[in-house]
């Protein structure tokens, strides 16, 4: 590359520009990347999903029950490998604001359901043996500290007078990916049975289907949402990805939230990154005009321009990567509970650099096309 | 020997034949040249006057390839140039013109070395080979020992040996002189024009050049006045136009 001391040197010309440009940039792409994490947050759900699994709730909303009995008459149905059922909990463990989901689990098929949780088997095994057993998600664990074999009390006014429930922390589960969600905890649904009013008895918040094949989960769906059409409990079934999906939209609207923001980041950033390369290539139109006296071809002349706008971006959007890299994980402790856990992964990093390069490059291309045009007699007679 | 009557014996190095070049401004067709023939042979040094406005630039932008002329022929070393493509025209210019112009036109973030290796940055040439070119160039212009200053740690004159060093560093078939001393004390222009007397004499260089000072000119072999679009030569234009000692 003959030409990189003066890409270098005209890209140092005027410091003060250069630094208020790359920072504007850095910004940006923190703005940019932590609104790209925060969707991700609320994606990861779909993202993760299995695709043989169907998950049934009451078809008037999430927060209404089924009967338990649902569960032996779904588990006849050809095609259906296994069912478990949850509950909902929503106590507070100590304060409101340390937030977790809690569900009561049926020990027996749960963990066929989903082997992506990874608990030693040990562990497990004292879990089903221990009514007051609990298992906690490895985040959770951390954040508060908790170890195997701790007394955890978390109080609860959903069910009945406030009262504060004692649980044995009998393992720490982790899932196969890191983003997987490690903030669940959970306990026995045989204990939360007999603890709750008689109301809530014998009843499931809802149910888990894991299939023989993905292939069957249309005429599962179907199938089970017939056969309790017209009853006190009706369902609604569907895939797990779909289920994660309208649970994500009851928080709002959040992709389009993110992408109009986004939009105007994007703009914003083409627009500053533009307007200085187009004062710093009209400072330069006699030097530009020079070289294209002396034999730089036009096109040679727009890649100097792109070049020097694409390394802007670069630099600004490396700085903008680590800023969010390091910023993102206070955030997402700062937010614990208000959020889903925040996080940046390499193939999001990789992408905000490519998004910035790509913003670069659009911003040279004008400022670029005009210097390739420029007529060096017009350019000279300027000077 | 330079001509300005058409009828050169076709073996000069710059041939310009029936040259015209017309400006459309405010609705209204300007012919800044109309006609205009030229000979020039190699090692001639010319030197071309006229009043703000008659057209030397434009004559200058022509010969150098950086403007296309309305009608006529420009043919250099065999070469015509007016019917070439723009990139074969930018290719041209980088093999056969060196360019000095009156603002110097260094860049400033470069140092002066920095600055004469442009033009070779677009050959082959190795890096070591630049540097002995670029380094031969500056010890030509008497600059050897500043060539890692930058433009702004240097006096004009030395700013337009540092062009000249860039103009003559990839040893071009003819230089082309925009006011080359127009910026300069008459101490520093003295200096300028020994040097483009010394590339001709010494080196053999073609020059055009274009002033407005009778006394830069006079240094010139054969000094041209552009009067209507056409070319005259000094000798024969009227007393009171060419003020000043021109031949």
């Known amino acids: 590359m003959k030409f990189r001391r003066l890409i270098f040197a005209n890209l140092f010309r005027k410091k003060i520009r250069l630094i208020l440009t790359i920072g504007s940039f850095a910004i940006a792409l923190v703005l940019f990347t932590f609104l790209a994490v925060v969707n991700s947050a609320f994606n990861r759900g779909i993202d993760i999903a299995g695709a043989d699994r169907l998950i049934i709730v009451n078809r008037i909303?999430?927060?209404q029950t089924m009967p338990i009995s649902y569960g032996d008459k779904v588990r006849a149905i050809p095609g259906v490998k296994y069912v478990t059922q949850d509950h909902w909990f929503g106590g507070v463990y100590q304060d409101e604001k340390n937030f977790f989901p809690q569900f009561a689990i049926d020990p027996e098929n749960h963990r066929k359901v989903y082997p992506e949780f990874i608990i030693p088997d040990e562990q497990w095994n004292n879990f089903v043996k221990d009514q007051q057993g609990a298992i906690a998600g490895a985040t959770t664990a951390k954040r508060f500290g908790w170890k195997v074999g701790d007394r955890i009390p978390i109080k609860n006014a959903l069910y009945g007078a406030t009262k504060t429930w004692e649980f044995n922390l009998d393992g720490i589960y982790h899932t196969e990916k890191a983003d997987g969600d490690q903030s669940q905890f959970w306990f026995q649904w045989k204990n939360f049975d007999e603890n709750v009013p008689a109301a809530v008895k014998s009843t499931a918040g809802w149910y888990i289907l894991k299939l023989d094949s993905p292939d069957d989960a249309v005429r599962v769906a179907k199938t089970i949402d017939a056969m309790f059409a017209n009853s006190s409990y009706e369902t609604k079934t569907e895939t797990e990805s779909a289920f994660a999906a309208g649970f994500a939209k009851q928080f709002g609207n959040i992709e389009f939230l993110i992408i109009t923001i986004g939009s105007v980041v994007f703009f914003t950033l083409l627009l500053v990154t533009g307007n200085t390369m187009a004062i710093s290539v009209r400072e330069r139109t006699a030097e530009l005009a020079v070289l294209k006296a002396i034999g730089l071809t036009d096109r040679t002349v727009l890649f100097l321009v792109l070049i020097e706008?694409?390394?802007?971006?670069?630099?600004?959007?490396?700085?903008?990567?680590?800023?969010?890299?390091?910023?993102?994980p206070v955030i997402s402790v700062a937010l614990t509970g208000l959020l889903p856990p925040l996080l940046l992964s390499k193939t999001m990093l990789s992408l905000g650099l490519v998004f910035a390069i790509f913003v670069g490059m659009v911003s040279g291309l004008l400022p670029g096309i005009?210097?390739?045009?420029?007529?060096?007699?017009n350019a000279l007679r300027r000077v | 020997m330079v001509r300005v009557d058409g009828q050169g014996?076709?073996?000069?190095?710059?041939?310009v034949r029936g040259l015209e070049k017309t400006y459309r401004r405010g609705g209204e067709d300007i012919r800044v040249l109309q006609r205009l023939n030229l000979d020039v042979d190699k090692g001639d040094f010319v030197a071309f006057m006229g009043p703000s406005g008659s057209g030397k630039t434009t004559l200058l932008n022509?010969?150098?390839?950086?403007?296309?002329?309305?009608?006529?022929?420009i043919t250099v070393d065999g070469d015509e140039i007016t019917h070439m493509s723009g990139s074969k025209?930018?290719?041209?210019?980088a093999r056969h013109v060196g360019f000095i112009f009156q603002m110097y036109n260094l860049i400033p973030v470069l140092t002066a070395f920095q600055n004469v290796e442009l033009p070779l940055l677009l050959?082959?040439?190795?890096g070591a080979q630049r540097r002995k070119h670029v380094e031969t160039a500056l010890s030509v212009v008497g600059l050897a020992n500043r060539m890692d200053h930058y433009p702004r740690q240097l006096s004009g004159g030395q700013e337009q040996r540092v062009t000249i060093a860039r103009a003559i560093v990839s040893d071009p078939t003819f230089l082309l002189c925009d006011e080359p001393t127009g910026d300069l004390d008459r101490k520093s222009a003295d200096e300028i024009m020994a040097l483009i007397e010394e590339l001709v004499g010494k080196y053999g260089k073609t020059v055009l050049m274009v002033t407005h000072d009778p006394v830069v000119a006079a240094r010139a072999h054969t000094t041209l006045h552009l009067e209507k679009g056409v070319l005259v030569e000094a000798s024969k234009i009227e007393p009171g136009v060419a003020a000043g000692g021109v031949r």
């Open chain 1, 370 to 377: 005009g210097a390739m045009r420029m007529r060096v007699v």
């Open chain 2, 9 to 15: 014996n076709g073996k000069s190095l710059i041939q």
């Open chain 2, 89 to 93: 025209l930018t290719q041209w210019r």
């Open chain 1, 61 to 63: 909303g999430l927060i």
């Open chain 2, 123 to 126: 050959t082959k040439l190795s």
């Open chain 2, 62 to 73: 022509l010969l150098g390839g950086l403007d296309v002329p309305s009608a006529g022929s």
């Open chain 1, 309 to 328: 706008a694409m390394m802007i971006a670069f630099i600004g959007g490396v700085l903008g990567l680590l800023l969010a890299w390091a910023s993102i």
